[in-house]
């Protein structure tokens, strides 16, 4: 016979059994879809191009073109924003170390853990003005032999409209392409210094 009381338990079974399905039915569909299909999540932290694995460079012995900015190591100490182009420093150009200003002083207070540096790869023309025209931009001439062992290391691919973010140790990890919304580098910039206990 059936009573009030099996009733009322079958009930408090069905329903119990609901809540259990509307919790674990999407669980089981999210470990499917990840372990038991080929789809994985598109998203990414970072903003730029890592450079995976990360080259370390060798401590550049290159002549600095105006003393202005010579404080240090060139790419060792700080983090370094890395520009390499021509001397003579075109509207690219330009517009690359105008995102590399703007971007440090962004950094506010962590501003002075970031180094500008200016790879010259020839033509040093422009390179003293520049120097002169963005005080704290550090121009070093990489037209000699060293220089272009130096350059080798840079992805070459669209280059003149590239930064380079280097870590204290002189690892080339990331590039940014300067055409895209600069706000990309500076939020990265600011992940990696407050994860960084070096530089």
């Known amino acids: 016979m059936n009573t009030p009381a099996s009733r009322l338990r079958a009930r408090n079974l069905r329903t119990l059994a609901a809540l259990a399905a509307l919790f674990l039915l999407p669980l089981g569909l999210a470990f499917f879809t990840y372990y038991g299909s080929g789809w994985r999540p598109a998203g990414r932290v970072n903003h730029g191009v890592l450079i ?4 370390p460079l060798p401590p550049p012995s290159l002549p600095r073109v105006s003393l202005a900015a010579a404080h240090g190591t060139p790419l060792r100490g700080k983090w370094s924003l890395v520009y390499v182009g021509n001397g003579a420093c075109d509207s690219a150009c330009r517009q690359a170390l105008y995102v590399m200003r703007q971007t440090r002083l962004a950094l506010n207070n962590d501003m002075t853990r970031l180094q500008r540096l200016f790879l010259a790869s020839g033509d040093c023309s422009a390179c003293e003005w520049l120097a002169r025209a963005d005080p704290g931009l550090d121009v070093l001439d990489a037209g000699g032999a060293a220089g272009a062992a130096l350059l080798r290391e840079f992805p070459s691919p669209r280059r003149e409209h590239s930064l380079f973010v280097v870590d204290p140790l002189g690892n080339l990890m990331m590039s940014y392409d300067v ?4 706000h ?3 939020e990265d910039l600011k992940k990696l210094l407050k994860l960084s206990h070096i530089g």
Do not use: F, I, N, Y
């Not at 995976?52 to 080259?55: C, H, I, K, T, V």
């Not at 055409?179 to 600069?182: E, H, N, T, V």
């Open 184 to 186: 990309g580098l500076l």
């Open 179 to 182: 055409r895209g919304d600069p």
């Open 52 to 55: 995976s694995p990360a080259r």
